[in-house]
Nanobody, 121 residues
Framework: VQLVESGGGLVQPGGSLKLTCVASGITFFNHYAWSWYRRAPGKERELVAGVLSHDDGTHYEDSVKGRFTVSRDSAKETVFLQMNSLKPEDTAVYYC??????????????WGQGTQVTVSS
């Protein structure tokens, strides 16, 4: 499975970005749990948002609830992260992750190369 992210960039506080993760080499797209992580300078990687395979349930890190929305398009084998009301503390490299199974499991599966998001005036 290969994952390629895009959509990062520089945005002012309060602005929006939409990240895209395109998957290739995958079968049964909907049998995977999909998630977005981020790593800010000097900080540990953290789970930002995810969508589960078995019930399309979603998970969000507390600081992004109400601002970020994760979604997937199985026909296009693509996962999205819509980010609104961006804050400087959202600045990080964002990674797409996929693992087989119902739950998000960062300890196995596939990772994208990351896309930089910078929120600054």
């Amino acid at each position: 499975v290969q994952l390629v992210e895009s959509g990062g960039g520089l945005v002012q506080p309060g602005g929006s970005l939409k990240l895209t993760c395109v998957a290739s080499g995958i079968t049964f797209f909907n049998h995977y749990a999909w998630s977005w992580y981020r790593r800010a300078p000097g900080k540990e990687r953290e789970l930002v948002a995810g969508v589960l395979s078995h019930d399309d349930g979603t998970h969000y890190e507390d600081s992004v609830k109400g601002r970020f929305t994760v979604s997937r398009d199985s026909a296009k084998e693509t996962v999205f992260l819509q980010m609104n009301s961006l804050k400087p503390e959202d600045t990080a490299v964002y990674y797409c992750h996929a693992n087989w199974g119902p739950l998000i499991r960062p300890d196995f599966g596939s990772w994208g190369q990351g896309t930089q998001v910078t929120v600054s005036s």
